[in-house]
């Protein structure tokens, strides 16, 4: 079969998804939506097994993906940046945050994927089980690894399976994303067989990291906390208001805001306000300090020029120098 061959033959990734370029070493494919674009650039590493750089740039899309009569995938995600929330079972969802790596067969790997940060980058590799399991066997005699034993380990429950913090993996991973062109063939095959022996042999009691679900009505309420208390920065709000208003509890609102959006609702909103402010500082030179300052909720210039000191490392000054 032919490699390219693998995305018709036995998985369909959605209308939303159309190829943009192919060669004898790779294919793009471009995911498109109202909210922005992504890209997925696929190579073939062995006949059946595949490593996919996912870069995203959009808020959300609808996940067409399914799976052919009688494929059996295994599927290895990483997360290197962003974070990517993703449906599973009725109105439940789950997400994936920086250095956490999600196994799954892809058989719910379908509805709404959503990116609340609006950017993930990550990589993903595809067992297809049947042809992989042959062409390593044959190719070193009998690999030690199966490929349909390792899928049982890691996909016998209804929720993705996610390994948090585990240093040998991401060791793995890490060198994946920064790969010389002139080694990339054959450095792929290395890393997938490393990768392969590693999940084998690891104490799935010591890395499994028990990550909360919410359902979709908790999730749709977060977002809407979340559009109120950036809409307009100017504007300060208490925690205890911002639950009574949208009938939630204080607890279940900072928990399910960190999961999604990863981190505490003070400190995201800070972050958030001088992200703003230095796009101001780029975009527009007539703005003042103290005015942009004042844009995003800052009464005190001085107290604007600490914060975003500590979060982008410069001054407003510097940074404003720095661009032009």
Not at 36 to 60: A, C, P, Q, R, S
Not at 91 to 100: A, G, K, N, P
Not at 121 to 128: P, V
Request: with cysteine; glycine share 6%.
């Amino acid at each position: 079969m032919s490699w390219i061959n693998f995305f018709k033959d036995k998985i369909f990734c959605g209308t939303n998804v159309r190829k943009i370029l192919q060669t004898d070493e790779c294919m793009v494919m471009q995911i498109y939506d109202e909210s922005g674009e992504g890209t997925m650039t696929v190579h073939k590493i062995f006949e059946g097994i595949y490593l996919i750089y996912n870069d995203m740039h959009l808020k959300k899309y609808m996940c067409d993906f399914q799976l052919k009569e009688n494929a059996t995938i295994l599927c290895i995600d990483h997360c290197r940046e962003g974070r990517m929330e993703a449906e599973f079972g009725k109105r439940t969802f789950c997400y994936l945050q920086e250095h956490e790596m999600r196994v799954d067969n892809r058989q719910r790997h379908n509805g709404h994927v959503s990116f609340p940060l609006c950017h993930y980058h990550g990589i993903s590799i595809h067992f297809d089980l049947e042809v992989a399991s042959f062409v390593l066997n044959d190719m070193f005699g009998g690999f030690s690894v199966d490929l349909c034993e390792l899928q049982k380990k890691y996909c016998n429950n209804v929720k993705p399976y996610i390994i948090h913090n585990e240093v040998g993996l991401e060791h793995i991973f890490s060198e994946l994303y920064f790969v010389p062109n002139q080694i990339k063939s054959e450095y792929y095959k290395v890393k997938a067989l490393e990768l392969l022996l590693y999940l084998d042999a690891l104490q799935i009691t010591n890395s499994k990291r028990e990550r909360p679900y919410f359902y979709k009505g908790q999730v749709e309420k977060i977002k809407a906390i979340h559009d109120f208390i950036t809409e307009d920065l100017q504007k300060h709000y208490i925690m205890e208001d911002i639950a009574e208003r949208f009938q939630i509890s204080l607890t279940s609102m900072k928990n399910c805001f960190k999961e999604i959006y990863g981190d505490s609702m003070c400190s995201y909103l800070r972050r958030y306000r001088i992200n703003v402010a230095a796009t101001m500082l780029r975009q527009d030179s007539q703005k003042g300090i103290a005015e942009i300052a004042g844009l995003v909720g800052y009464e005190s210039p001085g107290k604007f020029a600490a914060a975003f000191r500590k979060i982008m490392g410069q001054t407003p000054i510097e940074y404003r120098k720095s661009i032009f």
